[in-house]
Structure formats: structure tokens, C-alpha cells
T-cell receptor, first 110, second 112 residues
Framework: EDQVTQSPEALRLQEGESSSLNCSYT??????LFWYRQDPGKGPEFLFT???AGEEKEKERLKATLTKKESFLHITAPKPEDSATYLC???????????FGTGTQLKVEL | DAGVIQSPRHEVTEMGQEVTLRCKPI?????LFWYRQTMMRGLELLIY????????DSGMPEDRFSAKMPNASFSTLKIQPSEPRDSAVYFC??????????FGEGSRLTVL
């Protein structure tokens, strides 16, 4: 059975304090690793897709990287508006089925 | 932005009642997904449709749950009879072959 595990469950940072979120996966036939951001009371919003080990994607203060066993979401000099739950998901098999992790709840304080 | 519209946004009902959740995707995508989100289990895929045809319903918890997609612009998820353990946020999402999904804002269901 495909498994996606995220750590830590919750992370509190001071504004400007860089850190990384981890997503480890045990799946058969990874076709893509996805990162989403979810704000309270909203649906998840797509951030990145990574397809192969060594690939990196960047967007503002966020950078996602991928290895054969895990993905990291690096947050550089975070701001309070980066506070949200970050979800990763693995696309496997022949269909369009995404398996999600349970997320990391990030809070950035002034 | 696919602009997926879900209704109702909030529903409170009593155990044993029928619940119908609705999804209207505004833009054209060939796949539609129903997910359930709880604190304990996170986002779980219940069922997905491709070109209005159910492809994988292995995540549907039991026979009390059913989903339909009569056309490309409308889908329903029905729970009958509802139970307290069904309390969760239910999301509808649409996507294509890339795996990138566009989610609605969810329907928060509370079963008393």
C-alpha cells in the first residue's frame, strides 16, 4: 500500500527563520510528487510538481526538492503570510489517484 | 483557476438522515475527485470519475456512500443513512492527466 508521511506535524518559526518540511514516501511507481498549501477553511492549493530525483522547483520563498525516498519543502526567511498547512502527495499507478500525507501545520510569528 | 463550487458549505444533521453534497466544476477537466478530510486521517480519496465514468471507488467507506456524475458540470456525493463518524470536510476537486488538482472550498458535515 502506498504511504506518504510528513514531518513535523506542526512547526512554529519566527519571521525570517528558515527551515525545511519533510515528506517521505513508500510507493510503487512514483509518477509525480506534489506540494499543496491549505489555508484554514479552504481547499488545498497547488504549489509544485516534481517528477524525478534531483529536480528542484522554486516559488518566492519556497523551494521543493526530490530524492528517491523523500521530498523537502525549504522555506527561506518566512513571513507570517506563509502560515498554512503544507501537504505533499504522490501520484502513482496508471490513473489520476493522489495519495496525500497528513500535512505540516506551519505558523510564522512576528 | 477551475472555480469548483461546492454546496452546502456547512451542514449539520442528525444521525440517520440522508445527506447530499454537490459539486459544480466551472471549467472543463476530464477528471473529478471526491476527498474526505479529518484531523486523524488527513485527505482520503473516496472516488474519482474520468469523463463522467467512475474509475476507482475503492475509498468509499461502505454502502452508505454513493456518488454520481450525470454530466461534466455536476456531481453528487450522498450518504444514507448518515452516522456521527461521517463528520468531516468533504472536498470536490478536478484535474487532468498531469495530476495537478483544483479543489473547491469544501463542505463541512457534522452528524449529531
Amino acid at each position: 500500500e502506498d504511504q506518504v508521511t510528513q514531518s513535523p506535524e506542526a512547526l512554529r518559526l519566527q519571521e525570517g527563520e528558515s527551515s525545511s518540511l519533510n515528506c517521505s514516501y513508500t510507493v510503487s511507481g512514483l509518477r509525480g510528487l506534489f506540494w499543496y498549501r491549505q489555508d484554514p477553511g479552504k481547499g488545498p492549493e497547488f504549489l509544485f510538481t516534481l517528477y524525478s530525483a534531483g529536480e528542484e522547483k522554486e516559488k518566492e520563498r519556497l523551494k521543493a526538492t526530490l530524492t528517491k525516498k523523500e521530498s523537502f519543502l525549504h522555506i527561506t526567511a518566512p513571513k507570517p503570510e506563509d502560515s498554512a498547512t503544507y501537504l505533499c502527495a504522490a501520484l502513482t499507478g496508471g490513473g489520476n489517484k493522489l495519495t496525500f500525507g497528513t500535512g505540516t501545520q506551519l505558523k510564522v510569528e512576528l | 483557476d477551475a472555480g469548483v463550487i461546492q454546496s452546502p458549505r456547512h451542514e449539520v444533521t442528525e444521525m440517520g438522515q440522508e445527506v447530499t453534497l454537490r459539486c459544480k466544476p466551472i471549467s472543463g477537466h476530464n477528471s473529478l475527485f471526491w476527498y474526505r478530510q479529518t484531523m486523524m486521517r488527513g485527505l482520503e480519496l473516496l472516488i474519482y470519475f474520468n469523463n463522467n465514468v467512475p474509475i476507482d471507488d475503492s475509498g468509499m467507506p461502505e454502502d452508505r456512500f454513493s456518488a454520481k456524475m450525470p454530466n461534466a458540470s455536476f456531481s453528487t456525493l450522498k450518504i444514507q443513512p448518515s452516522e456521527p463518524r461521517d463528520s468531516a470536510v468533504y472536498f470536490c476537486a478536478v484535474g487532468g492527466d498531469t495530476g495537478e488538482l483544483f479543489f473547491g472550498e469544501g463542505s463541512r458535515l457534522t452528524v449529531l
